[in-house]
């Protein structure tokens, strides 16, 4: 790791410190912040940590990368997932000071301080990881403080238990993206860029609060709607699980890792946490229509059981997690991984297109009657 910050000088000397008291000695990178607090976990992701560190999904989290080398090649504009970062915080072990790649332009620690994210470098990751694997993830502080502060701050924060963090993410007015042909409303829970530019190339998309109640949502007269991911604990969305409820029947649905979890409640489900989520791109779920392996990318702490009236099509082979539900009743599927893992692996775009054929389906239906 090189010992020089964004600027120049030596970095300062910085503390991790867990909740159960575990502490980790690092250098402190990034935005210049005494003590940063929030949920720690570790995503196993090689790359794509620009996508990773704007992804919404991470409100109130610090996010620990298990990759050694963060910052190879910069960032760039093209690869915000966000409007800015909701993370609480990057945990790394080397932090690339000079990044090597044509489409940079700009280094990682420079974003980080522009959007005011501290990170703290220099971390055994390796035993980081270990012990969240053991212990499950927990509230986190770290920073320049004493330790002793740290410590308290780490004891005070807050999980995603019970807590709403969509509402801090989503946006506060609808707005249009695509041009397809068809019309979709997605409800913004942190959507990603990426979703919106598959969703557009298929449909002319209005994104809206997700606080958008049905009735207002079908004004927009969709072929479909479509559920984001997002942050938090689903069991604490009440008015988007309302609104859910009030759709799914009338309009074809697809939702999409939180999104999944709120249409599994809506369909008689329920959701739990795992102990430390899944956060990766290299994460094997099985196609149970025909028993194919797709590789995924996942960024999740909250899993649904078995849902009545639903058929499960995609399972976990790691630990036998639901990972895809389709109704039995009503024109509604979803799944818990990310499709459009941008970046990451392919092997789940074909949702897209089926999310288009049941619209298409919807609407030849409604022209017909």
């Given at each position: ?11 300062s000397p910085?503390?991790l410190v867990?909740a ?12 210049s ?21 704007t ?6 989290q ?41 489409r ?20 055994d990751?390796r ?10 993830a927990?509230p ?13 701050a ?26 397809g ?30 606080a ?32 859910v ?6 309009v ?8 999944h ?22 994460h ?7 028993g194919h ?8 702490n ?7 009236g639903?058929?499960v ?7 036998g ?25 392919h ?16 609407a ?6």
């Amino acid at each position: 790791m090189s010992p020089d910050g964004p600027g120049n000088g030596v970095r300062s000397p910085a503390l991790l410190v867990l909740a159960d008291g575990e502490v980790f000695e690092g250098e402190a990178a990034g935005a210049s912040v005494p003590v940063s607090s929030g949920e720690v976990v570790f995503n196993t992701s090689l790359s794509g940590y620009q996508e990773v560190v704007t992804d919404p999904s991470y409100a109130g989290q610090v996010i620990a990368f298990t990759y050694p080398h963060i910052g190879n090649y910069g960032t760039n504009a093209s690869d915000d997932e966000s409007r800015r970062p909701f993370c609480r915080g990057v945990v790394v072990r080397d932090l690339t000071a000079q990044p090597s790649n044509w489409r940079a332009s700009e280094g990682l620690e420079p974003f980080l301080v522009r959007h005011g994210v501290a990170a703290i470098a220099g971390v055994d990751t390796r035993r980081l990881t270990r012990h969240l694997r053991d212990r499950g993830a927990m509230p986190c502080a770290f920073g320049t403080a004493p330790e002793a502060e740290l410590a308290a701050a780490a004891r005070a924060a807050e999980g995603t238990d019970g807590r709403d963090l969509v509402s801090s993410v989503t946006t506060a007015a609808p707005y249009l993206r695509g041009e397809g042909p068809l019309r979709v409303v997605a409800y913004d829970f942190g959507v990603k860029e990426t979703m919106l530019r598959h969703l557009g190339a298929l449909a002319t998309v209005t994104v809206v609060p997700a606080a958008t109640g049905a009735d207002e949502a079908l004004a927009y007269e969709p072929h479909g709607v479509f559920l984001s991911n997002g942050p938090g604990d689903p069991s604490a969305l009440a008015g988007p699980i309302a609104a859910v409820a009030d759709l799914v029947g009338r309009v074809p649905v697809f939702g999409i890792c939180l999104g999944h979890q709120i249409l599994a409640t809506v369909l008689g489900g329920s959701t739990y946490k795992l102990p430390f989520g899944h956060h990766g791109s290299n994460h094997p779920v099985q196609r149970l229509d025909g028993g194919h392996v797709e590789v995924t990318s996942q960024n999740h702490n909250y899993a649904v059981t078995a849902v009545p009236g639903t058929e499960v099509t995609h399972v976990n082979l790691n630990d036998g997690v639901v990972e895809g539900i389709r109704s039995t009743t009503a024109a509604a599927f979803s799944v818990q991984y990310h499709p459009e893992a941008g970046p990451g692996p392919h092997d789940a775009w074909y949702l897209f297109d089926e999310f288009r054929v049941l619209m298409g389906a919807g609407a030849a239906a409604r022209a017909g009657g």
